[in-house]
Structure formats: structure tokens, C-alpha cells
């Protein structure tokens, strides 16, 4: 066993020292180039990488050995990795395990791949960077299995990245919404969920009409002082983030989206969700509720738990200011933790209802586990099912997979339409990101009109 351990440790090394540089990264080359000739200048430079790294519209394309490769004729079921726990009651990723069974399910019911049963081999560890990069490349190497689904957020994602593009084996990532993970223009990468730079604009605007409407609230109409009054507005939001990678990647992107509607909160304060809970909680409602001016509104990204627990922390206390967070308040674990505190909350809806697929889809997950699935559980299915129609229409051959998975787009899921653009990434399509809130305990969308106005909650003892 100790030294199986160690030959996959060497593997895992092997890996981040012979790490491949997409060929087509010609202006980057370029660029340094010029550098080292004296004229690489920011001035010189930059133009000329603009017009030539365009990542997004270029498609990654495997040039590489495989689909050569004839099918085993030796296997008797078809191995689908999946790289997150395989435990139904595991706080952030259960309903996520739960999807990618039903999925599989499904498939072996309909005849499996040409008779031979699908199984999914998982693997995992809550120190993804030590034990869990062993679990990938065992899935790859070992157990060489056909694609794998997973992490199940970005540090994970990464991780099981930097494998599989030396393994060349696909990985669909379903739910991370780092958008880095795709810009290492790898070929076998592929995302399915809108990443932070798709949603941030999305939850902005929201942010920004809440603003207007308040400030309608307020009866003041004076064409003098209206600029001056917005601007106060604005100044009486507040930003809590946490400093975990996913919620510190999504305020970036909020951030830039804000300079868009010139939106400055009036505080960010930035807290580490590692550490014991009293240590951080207690500051952060203190701070809001004793704001001065009064703090109208609270913009807050992190995790789920976190998110939570600071939630009804606030509203315990008294704070009736209109609550946005990022897209962890569309889980089912945070309404269900947050209670009736959650109630009215705001954020990016990943999973939008209405078609008849995700219908059917809630009835069979509902019926199978007993609960409602919330948007990871959609985009896991997705993932799963993705690759299993790879699967069937490439064959067993890990090239002619990838090759496939790309060619399915653009794939109706549940979750919507799923199409890659040039780095495997989901193209932004209208409607895939909505505001949603938490009503009755159900997520849903905000309640709006055809013009895409939206209703708010607005606290009339935190307005000017």
C-alpha cells in the first residue's frame, strides 16, 4: 500500500513539472519575445495582445494521439469518475452525489452504453491539494475511467484541471464558477455553470435598481439634488465578503461591476470563515448595525453556512435592509439553515423554472431522495448526462469523448441551454442568469413585470 501511495505522489509530481503549454499561444510568446527585445513596453505591447489573445473566441482544439485507439473489448461496465464526496448527507455537496446517481440510474435503465452498465467511480478528500489529487489520478491512471465530473468548487476544480490535462481524459466541471478554470486553454476542460464574470453584471444591476427604487421611496424628485441624493444612496451599501477563493473571486467581479453604476459601499469588510465562528460574526453585525449613516442595504458573499449564519444573525437583531449575496443563498442547505431569516434574500438564480425537463426533473429527484434539488444538483445531472451521451456517440476512446462533448453543444439540460465557447466555457445566453430571492422557503424568481422591473424589499427606517 505504501508504495502504491508513493508511485502516485510521483505521478501527481510528474504532473506540475511536465505541465503543456497550448500551442496556439502564439501572442504570448510573441509578447515575451518583444520584451526581451527591448520593445516589450506596457504601451507597445498590450494593443498588439489584444488583437491577437482573443481566448474566448477561439476554440481549443486536441491535435494530440488517441483517437486512433481501438475500444477494450475486455470491460464489462463503463467508468465515469466523479471527483466530490459520495455522501448523500455531506452539508455542500450531497444533493450533488445524489444527481450524479440519478443520472447514471437513468442511463442503465434506457440500455447503458451498447448493453454494458454505466458506474460511477468517486473520490475525495477534504484536503483536495494532499489525499484528493490521489483520488483523481487514480480515477485517470488506475481505474481509467472515461471522463470525470467534478470538483465540487474552484480550488477542487483546479486540481483535478492540472491532471486530466496530462491524463487526456475530459472533465466537465458542473458547478464552479471560477472563471480562471477555463483559461488555461485546456482542451478537455469544460464548465457548465455561468462563472463569476457572467453573473457579477446580473446582481449589480440588481443592486443598482434597488437603489433607484429606494430613492423613489424617499418622494424626492428634485432635479437639483437628485444626482447628490443617488450618490448618497449608493454610499449606504455595504460589502461583507469572505476570503475563501470562490467568494473572493466573485467580489472581484462584483467590484467591477459596481465602477459600471458607480456604486461604493461604504464599507468592505473582509473576514475568514476558517476561523472559530465568534471570532467573526459578532464583528460583522456590530459593525452593520452601528453604521453611521445607517447602513440601507448589505451586500454579502461567501459560503453557504457563513452566509447563513450571518443572515439570521442580523435579522435576529433587527436589520431590515434588503440582503443580495452571491449564488451560495440559492442552495437548499442555506434557506434550510437560515430558516425564515432568509426569507426575501437576493441573489443570482442559476436555475431557472418554467420548462417542462426541469419539471420532470424535480418530480424524479424528489420522488428518489425526498428533497428539492437546488441548482448544483441541476448542474451535476447535467454533467453526468453530458458525458454519458459523449460516451455513447464517441465510443470508448478518451479523444473521440472529447471530441464529442464538444460537439453536443449547444445541449438542452435541465438547467437550460449548455454551449462552450472557444475555452470550453458556457456562452453567456439571455436568460441564464436571473434574481431570484427565497419565498414560502422555495427559491424562485423575483417577482418582476415584462419590462424587468423587479420588487423589492425596501426598509423605509434605513432610507434617507
Known amino acids: 500500500m505504501q508504495i502504491k501511495m508513493f508511485s502516485l505522489l510521483a505521478i501527481i509530481c510528474l504532473l506540475s513539472i511536465n505541465a503543456e503549454v497550448p500551442t496556439h499561444c502564439g501572442s504570448l510568446r510573441c509578447g515575451a519575445e518583444n520584451r526581451e527585445s527591448g520593445v516589450g513596453n506596457r504601451k507597445s505591447v498590450r494593443p498588439q495582445a489584444r488583437q491577437n489573445w482573443r481566448t474566448r473566441a477561439q476554440q481549443t482544439?486536441?491535435?494530440?494521439?488517441?483517437?486512433?485507439?481501438?475500444?477494450?473489448?475486455?470491460?464489462?461496465?463503463?467508468?465515469?469518475?466523479?471527483?466530490?464526496?459520495?455522501?448523500?448527507?455531506?452539508?455542500?455537496?450531497?444533493?450533488?452525489?445524489?444527481?450524479?446517481?440519478?443520472?447514471?440510474?437513468?442511463?442503465?435503465?434506457?440500455?447503458?452504453?451498447?448493453?454494458?452498465?454505466?458506474?460511477?467511480?468517486?473520490?475525495?478528500?477534504?484536503?483536495?491539494?494532499?489525499?484528493?489529487?490521489?483520488?483523481?489520478?487514480?480515477?485517470?491512471?488506475?481505474?481509467?475511467?472515461?471522463?470525470?465530473?467534478?470538483?465540487?468548487?474552484?480550488?477542487?476544480?483546479?486540481?483535478?484541471?492540472?491532471?486530466?490535462?496530462?491524463?487526456?481524459?475530459?472533465?466537465?466541471?458542473?458547478?464552479?464558477?471560477?472563471?480562471?478554470?477555463?483559461?488555461?486553454?485546456?482542451?478537455?476542460m469544460f464548465s457548465c455553470v455561468p462563472a463569476d464574470h457572467i453573473q457579477a453584471p446580473v446582481l449589480a444591476e440588481a443592486i443598482n435598481r434597488y437603489l433607484l427604487m429606494s430613492q423613489r421611496q424617499t418622494g424626492k424628485y428634485g432635479i437639483t439634488n437628485l444626482k447628490s441624493q443617488i450618490e448618497n444612496l449608493k454610499s449606504q451599501i455595504a460589502l461583507v465578503s469572505a476570503v475563501d477563493h470562490d467568494s473572493h473571486l466573485f467580489a472581484v467581479e462584483l467590484a467591477k461591476s459596481f465602477d459600471q453604476y458607480q456604486i461604493a459601499p461604504a464599507f468592505h469588510f473582509e473576514f475568514d470563515p476558517s476561523r472559530p465562528t465568534e471570532s467573526w460574526i459578532t464583528e460583522i453585525v456590530e459593525k452593520i448595525l452601528k453604521a453611521n449613516p445607517p447602513?440601507?442595504?448589505?451586500?454579502?458573499?461567501?459560503?453557504?453556512?457563513?452566509?447563513?449564519?450571518?443572515?439570521?444573525?442580523?435579522?435576529?437583531?433587527?436589520?431590515?435592509?434588503?440582503?443580495?449575496?452571491?449564488?451560495?443563498?440559492?442552495?437548499?442547505?442555506?434557506?434550510?439553515?437560515?430558516?425564515?431569516?432568509?426569507?426575501?434574500?437576493?441573489?443570482?438564480?442559476?436555475?431557472?423554472?418554467?420548462?417542462?425537463?426541469?419539471?420532470?426533473?424535480?418530480?424524479?429527484?424528489?420522488?428518489?431522495?425526498?428533497?428539492?434539488?437546488?441548482?448544483?444538483?441541476?448542474?451535476?445531472?447535467?454533467?453526468?448526462?453530458?458525458?454519458?451521451?459523449?460516451?455513447?456517440?464517441?465510443?470508448?476512446?478518451?479523444a473521440q469523448i472529447r471530441d464529442a462533448v464538444r460537439g453536443l453543444a449547444p445541449y438542452q439540460g435541465v438547467t437550460g441551454i449548455i454551449d462552450w465557447d472557444g475555452l470550453g466555457s458556457p456562452r453567456p445566453v439571455p436568460g441564464a442568469v436571473r434574481i431570484g430571492t427565497i419565498k414560502n422557503g422555495r427559491v424562485q424568481p423575483l417577482s418582476g413585470t415584462a419590462s424587468g422591473a423587479v420588487t423589492y424589499r425596501l426598509p423605509s427606517s434605513h432610507l434617507p
Not at 481524459?169 to 480562471?180: E, F
Request: glycine share 12%; with cysteine; hydrophobic share 40%.
Open 61 to 188: 482544439y486536441y491535435a494530440g494521439p488517441g483517437r486512433e485507439q481501438t475500444p477494450p473489448t475486455d470491460i464489462n461496465e463503463v467508468l465515469i469518475g466523479y471527483f466530490g464526496p459520495n455522501d448523500v448527507s455531506h452539508p455542500e455537496a450531497g444533493d450533488m452525489w445524489r444527481a450524479a446517481v440519478l443520472a447514471v440510474e437513468e442511463a442503465n435503465h434506457a440500455g447503458g452504453c451498447n448493453g454494458l452498465p454505466f458506474h460511477l467511480v468517486p473520490g475525495w478528500s477534504d484536503s483536495p491539494w494532499t489525499a484528493g489529487a490521489t483520488h483523481v489520478v487514480r480515477m485517470a491512471y488506475l481505474d481509467k475511467v472515461w471522463a470525470i465530473v467534478g470538483g465540487v468548487n474552484g480550488p477542487s476544480t483546479h486540481l483535478a484541471e492540472q491532471v486530466v490535462t496530462k491524463a487526456r481524459i475530459t472533465l466537465i466541471n458542473p458547478v464552479s464558477t471560477d472563471k480562471t478554470v477555463n483559461l488555461a486553454n485546456v482542451p478537455w
Open 295 to 398: 447602513v440601507g442595504g448589505l451586500v454579502l458573499i461567501a459560503g453557504v453556512r457563513p452566509s447563513a449564519q450571518i443572515v439570521s444573525a442580523l435579522r435576529q437583531r433587527g436589520f431590515d435592509g434588503a440582503i443580495f449575496g452571491g449564488p451560495s443563498m440559492g442552495r437548499r442547505t442555506f434557506y434550510e439553515e437560515a430558516g425564515e431569516d432568509a426569507e426575501g434574500v437576493i441573489f443570482p438564480l442559476l436555475y431557472p423554472p418554467g420548462n417542462s425537463s426541469r419539471d420532470d426533473f424535480e418530480g424524479k429527484f424528489a420522488h428518489r431522495f425526498g428533497v428539492h434539488p437546488d441548482y448544483t444538483a441541476a448542474y451535476t445531472y447535467d454533467a453526468v448526462k453530458l458525458v454519458i451521451a459523449a460516451i455513447r456517440r464517441a465510443g470508448l476512446n478518451r
